[in-house]
C-alpha cells in the first residue's frame, strides 16, 4: 500500500499548514486498526490537502496514489476510505476550476496516472465506494471518452438505488465533457430514457442530468419533478455521495433547475402533503423565490397566509416571518396574522422563537397598532426570539435566511405609534446599564424624529450623565427642533469640544456655529471624514468656504466617500456640475439590476437635487419595472432594501419629471 512514498521528500513539499512532512504519518493512520483514530487522521488530511480550496498544493499529486490505495483497500475501516475519497473527489474537482498558477504542475500527470484505480472502484464490493466513485468521476475533469464506457457498464450491472441514482448524475456530466459523436449520442438517449423510469427518483435524477444541455427540459418536466421531491422515496437522496440531502436538501437542489420566476414547481410543492418536512421545504423555496422576484408575491400570498393555521409551529412561524418580510404588500392578510399573537409554540433552534413573536414582527412590518401591547411586552422581557443585535446576511439566490430583526430594529419603524411606545421606551431608559442598548434605544428614537419628542424629559437627564449624553444627543439631533429644551445643555458640551454635542445643538437650534467650529478642529486635526461629510451636507451654504475640499473629494475613490462629498457640495455649493456625475457613477450598476448599500443614499441625494439629476433619472428610469428583487443582504434585510431603493427611485424620477 505504502510503495513509493517513503521515496518522497515530504519536508519539500508543502500544504495549507506548512511543510508535508507530517503526511506519511496521517496515510499510515488511515489504515490504522483503530477505526476511530483513523477517521480522524483522514480528516486531517483533509484540512491539510485541500482546506478550503482555491489551490492544487504540491503535497496533493505525490498523495494521490497513497489515498487511492486506501480507498480501494478491503481492510482499511469503511468510514476512513470514504473520506479518502471525499478528499480526492475534492481535489479533482478543485483541479478543473483553479487557474493554471494554483494547479501544482504534477497534478495532471499524478491524475491520469490514477484515473483507472478510481475506474475500478466503481466494481468494489461496497456500495458506498461505488457511490463515492462514481461521484467522482462526475466532477472531475477527465474526459467523457475515457470515464463514460465504466460508467455506462457500472449503470448496467449496479443493482444498489441510491447508487444508481449517483451513476445517473454522474453520466450526465461526464457526457457534458464529451464531444459530440456516437458515444455522446448513446448516452443521451440512455438518460432520455430513464425520463419514463418506473422509479421517480431515477426520473428526477435524469432530468437533473439533463438539464445542463437542456436548460428547457425541468419546464416541460415539472410535473415529474413536483412527483418525485413530493414522493416519500426521496429520502433515498439522503445516501447518495452526490446530494447528501434529504427532503428540504433535494427541494432547494431541483429548484434551482429553473431559471427566472418559477412559481409553478414552487405552487405545487406548497399543495397540502402529510410530511411536515415536505411543508416546511415547501416554504423554504418559497422563502428563496419571492427574496428574488417580486412578481411572484401576489400567487404566493394567499398560499401564505392558508399555513398560518398548519398543526406544525415551524410552518406557522416560518408563514408568518415569511408575510412579514413582504410587509406592506400582505396587509390583507393582517387580522390572519393577528390570530397568532398568543401562540408561544416555538422552533426547534437555539433561540427557540416563537410563532407568536413572527406574527409580532409581521405586524409591525404592516405597521399594524396590535403589534404595539406585544412590543411594549418583549422590551421588559430578557428571553426574546428577536436577535440580540443587527445581523446581516449574505444574498444568496433561491436561498431565504429565517430569521428574526432586533428589537429595535422593529421599533424603529414604527414612527406612527411612537405616542403608544414612548412610556415604555422611557422605562427602559430610566433602568438600562448596558449602553449598547441605550444606543439602540436612543437611534430608535432618531429615527422617529419629531415623533419622539415626549421622550426629551428623560433625554435631559441622560445629557448631564457623562456616560449617556452621546447617544442622547444623537437622539435629540434625530428629534430636531422638538427638542429644543436641550440647547443649553448641548451648548455646554459644545463648548467642551465635543464634535457631537454641536452637532446636535445645531439640530436642535438651527445656529450653526458650534457645529462649524467642531468642523474647523476636526479639519485641522484630521481632515474631513465621512461623518462630518454629512454634516457639512445638512449644514448647506452655512458650509460653503469647504467647497473646494468637497470637490477634490467628489472623485475619491471610495464611492461612499464620493457620494457623501459630491452630495456636500451641492448642499453648500449649489455645484451641480460636479456633484451630478459623482453621484450617478455610484449608481451606474443598478441599471443592470446591481444593488449596493451606498446607492441608497446616492438615489436620495440626487432626488433632493431635483432637475439638475435628470441624466441619473434617465439612466435609472427602467429600473423600477425590473422584477428581480434590488438587495445585498439575505433574509428580511433584502425586501426591506428593494423597498428602499424603488421608494427612492420613484422620488428621483418624480422630481425629475
Known amino acids: 500500500m505504502w510503495e513509493g512514498m517513503d521515496a518522497v521528500d515530504w519536508a519539500a513539499l508543502g500544504h495549507n499548514y506548512g511543510s508535508a512532512e507530517d503526511v506519511p504519518d496521517l496515510l499510515r493512520r488511515c489504515a490504522g486498526p483503530d477505526p476511530d483514530d483513523a477517521v480522524d487522521a483522514a480528516f486531517d488530511l ?8 482555491g489551490w492544487i498544493c504540491s503535497a496533493a499529486p505525490a498523495a494521490l496514489p497513497s489515498l487511492l490505495r486506501l480507498a480501494a483497500s478491503p481492510v482499511v475501516p469503511l468510514p476512513s476510505r470514504r473520506v479518502v475519497l471525499e478528499l480526492v473527489s475534492r481535489l479533482a474537482a478543485e483541479a478543473g476550476r483553479v487557474a493554471e498558477r494554483f494547479l501544482d504542475r504534477g497534478w495532471q500527470s499524478a491524475w491520469e496516472q490514477a484515473l483507472p484505480e478510481v475506474l475500478v472502484l466503481l466494481t468494489d464490493p461496497a456500495s458506498e465506494i461505488r457511490r463515492d466513485s462514481a461521484h467522482l468521476l462526475g466532477v472531475c475533469e477527465s474526459p467523457g471518452e475515457i470515464v463514460l464506457p465504466a460508467l455506462v457498464r457500472c449503470w448496467q450491472a449496479e443493482v ?15 457526457v457534458g465533457r464529451e464531444p459530440a459523436g456516437p458515444r455522446a449520442t448513446e448516452v443521451l438517449e440512455v438518460l432520455r430514457g430513464l425520463l419514463d423510469a418506473p422509479e421517480a427518483q431515477t426520473r428526477l435524477a435524469a432530468v437533473h442530468a439533463l438539464a445542463p444541455a437542456d436548460p428547457d427540459l425541468p419546464v416541460h418536466q415539472v410535473g ?10 426521496v429520502e433515498l437522496w439522503r445516501h447518495t455521495s452526490s446530494v447528501e440531502a434529504g427532503v428540504q436538501g433535494v427541494h432547494q437542489w431541483t429548484a434551482a433547475l429553473f431559471t427566472g420566476p418559477s412559481p409553478v414547481f414552487t405552487l405545487g410543492l406548497l399543495k397540502d402533503h402529510p410530511d411536515v418536512d415536505q411543508r416546511v421545504g415547501a416554504l423554504a423555496q418559497a422563502g428563496g423565490l419571492l427574496a428574488q422576484w417580486r412578481s411572484v408575491s401576489a400567487g404566493l400570498l394567499a398560499v401564505l397566509a392558508a399555513r398560518l393555521d398548519d398543526p406544525a409551529p415551524e410552518v406557522r412561524f416560518r408563514a408568518a416571518e415569511l408575510l412579514a418580510c413582504l410587509g406592506p404588500a400582505a396587509v390583507d392578510h393582517a387580522d390572519e396574522v393577528a390570530v397568532l399573537l398568543g401562540d408561544t409554540a416555538a422552533r426547534d433552534t437555539r433561540k427557540r422563537e416563537t410563532v407568536a413573536e413572527a406574527a409580532l414582527w409581521a405586524l409591525a412590518r404592516m405597521n399594524d ?5 406585544g412590543l411594549i411586552e418583549l422590551m421588559a422581557d430578557t428571553r426574546s426570539g428577536f436577535a440580540a443585535g443587527s445581523a446581516h446576511y449574505p444574498d444568496t439566490a433561491g436561498l431565504h435566511h429565517v430569521v428574526l430583526p432586533a428589537i429595535h430594529e422593529v421599533l424603529g419603524r414604527l414612527p406612527d405609534h411612537a405616542e403608544l411606545l414612548l412610556p415604555a421606551i422611557g422605562e427602559q431608559l430610566d433602568a438600562v446599564t448596558d449602553d449598547r442598548v441605550l444606543d439602540r434605544l436612543c437611534e430608535v428614537l432618531a429615527d422617529w424624529g419629531p415623533a419622539a419628542k415626549g421622550a426629551v424629559p428623560q433625554l435631559l437627564g441622560l445629557l448631564e450623565d457623562d456616560r449617556t449624553w452621546a447617544a442622547a444627543a444623537n437622539a435629540l439631533a434625530g428629534i430636531g427642533v422638538a427638542g429644543n429644551r436641550a440647547r443649553d445643555l448641548l451648548l455646554a458640551r459644545s463648548n467642551s469640544g465635543e464634535a457631537r454635542a454641536a452637532w446636535a445643538y445645531w439640530k436642535v437650534s438651527g445656529e450653526p456655529g458650534p457645529a462649524l467650529e467642531a468642523l474647523g478642529r476636526a479639519d485641522s486635526e484630521g481632515g474631513i471624514t465621512r461623518p462630518s461629510l454629512r454634516m457639512l451636507a445638512d449644514l448647506g451654504p452655512h458650509a460653503a468656504r469647504y467647497a473646494d475640499r468637497l470637490r477634490a473629494l467628489a472623485s475619491d475613490n471610495d464611492p461612499w466617500t464620493r457620494v457623501e462629498a459630491a452630495h456636500a457640495l451641492w448642499a453648500t455649493a449649489g455645484d451641480f456640475e460636479i456633484s451630478v456625475p459623482a ?18 443614499p446616492a438615489v436620495r441625494h440626487l432626488a433632493q437635487v431635483g432637475h439638475a439629476a435628470r441624466p441619473a433619472a434617465q439612466l435609472l428610469r427602467g429600473v423600477p419595472a425590473r422584477d428581480q428583487r434590488l438587495r445585498s443582504n439575505g433574509g428580511w434585510r433584502g425586501f426591506t432594501q428593494d423597498e428602499a431603493i424603488r421608494a427612492a427611485l420613484e422620488e428621483l424620477l418624480a422630481a425629475c419629471g
Open 160 to 174: 444498489d438505488p441510491a447508487t444508481r441514482l449517483d451513476v445517473v448524475l454522474a453520466l450526465g456530466k461526464a
Open 369 to 373: 397598532p396590535r403589534c404595539v401591547p
Open 46 to 53: 483533509l484540512n491539510l490537502l485541500f482546506h478550503q480550496g
Open 583 to 600: 453621484m450617478t457613477s455610484a449608481v451606474q450598476e443598478l441599471a443592470n439590476g446591481t444593488y449596493l448599500p451606498v446607492m441608497l
Open 224 to 233: 415529474v419533478l413536483l412527483e418525485a421531491v413530493r414522493d416519500p422515496g
